[in-house]
């Protein structure tokens, strides 16, 4: 069974910072590019981060750019989305997706093109 699980949210005042992790089971990492996305409440599903298979390319949408970092450790199964400078409009549930082999060099892919996907970790941006 392939499966992400992501973990790190929480509640943290503005001007704060959290760590997700995206750890993969059942399926190794390696070959596949990542993407996390977030969904606040009544909003759509927004991409906020993709990463290459090799971890060269990431990409971030605009209003996260400086302030977030993706990386992966493929030895771990692992991809991260350090996320620093927190703002209440940070707040939702964040998604972790996989997709085999998918070119996400220069561009953030929509969550169409993801193909595995976790359950959503909560975070919470408030004073």
């Known amino acids: 069974q392939l499966q992400l699980v992501e973990s790190g949210g929480g509640l943290v005042q503005p001007g704060g910072s959290l760590r997700l992790s995206c750890a993969a089971s059942?399926?190794?990492?390696?070959?596949?590019?990542i993407g996390w996305f977030r969904q606040a409440p009544g909003k759509e599903r927004e991409g906020v981060s993709s990463?290459?298979?090799?971890?060269?390319?990431?990409n971030y949408t605009y209003s996260v750019q400086g302030r977030f970092t993706i990386s992966r450790d493929n030895a771990k199964n692992t991809v991260y989305l350090q996320m620093n400078s927190l703002e209440p409009e940070d707040t939702g549930v964040y998604y972790c997706a996989a997709a085999h082999f998918l070119y996400v060099n220069y561009r953030l892919p929509g969550p169409q093109e993801y193909k595995i996907w976790g359950q959503g970790t909560q975070v919470t941006v408030s004073s």
């Open positions: 990463i290459s298979t090799s971890g060269m390319y990431t």
């Open positions: 059942g399926f190794t990492l390696e070959n596949y590019a």
